[in-house]
Every structure is written in C-alpha cells, then in structure tokens.
C-alpha cells in the first residue's frame, strides 16, 4: 500500500521480472542435473546408485522451489528486510 499504483496499460511481468524468472529457471533446471551428474560420477562418489542420485536431485529441487517461493515475495527488497514471516495472519 506504501508503493504508487502501476500504470494499467503495464504488462503484468515486465523485463526486469522476466529476466529474474528466465534466470531462476535455468539456474533450478541446471542445478539439479549438475548435482545429479556429480553423484553418478564414481570417482567423486563411488558408492552411490542411481536411486540415491535421483533422490539428491530431487531433494535439491524441491529445496529451490522452496527458496523461490520466499525469494519471489518482492523483486526489490531483499528476503532479510521483508522477513519470512512478513505477511501477518489478520483478525
């Protein structure tokens, strides 16, 4: 409430926000594929099987979603100044 309003005619994502959500998607594809090849690769980790490499990949997946769904709360605010627990339940 504090921000001016946006002007209507103004795309609902503009540049700077899609270029933060291009890079957000490359970087949550190639993480998890890299995470995934350097588990399989048997001269870092030889104990390792697929099933375990899968799981890792996932695992880290599933933390970037987590991640993202804080670090897209605002586009010009850092997550430590808004807070994670900035949206108060209203009574």
């Known amino acids: ?3 001016k309003p946006r002007r209507p005619n103004a795309p609902v994502l503009g540049k700077f926000a899609t270029a ?4 957000q998607a490359f970087t949550m ?3 998890p594929l890299g995470v995934y090849m ?5 001269k870092i980790e030889p104990e390792m099987t697929q099933k375990d490499a899968m ?3 996932f695992a880290t997946l599933t ?3 987590l991640l993202q769904g804080f670090l897209s709360k605002t586009l010009h605010e850092s997550l430590f100044k808004t807070g ?6 209203c009574k």
């Open 38 to 42: 350097l588990a399989r690769n048997k």
């Open 1 to 3: 409430m504090q921000r």
């Open 63 to 65: 933390t970037m979603q």
């Open 20 to 23: 933060i959500l291009i890079i």
């Open 84 to 89: 994670i627990f900035g949206n108060k339940v």
């Open 55 to 57: 799981s890792l990949a």
């Open 29 to 31: 594809s190639l993480l």
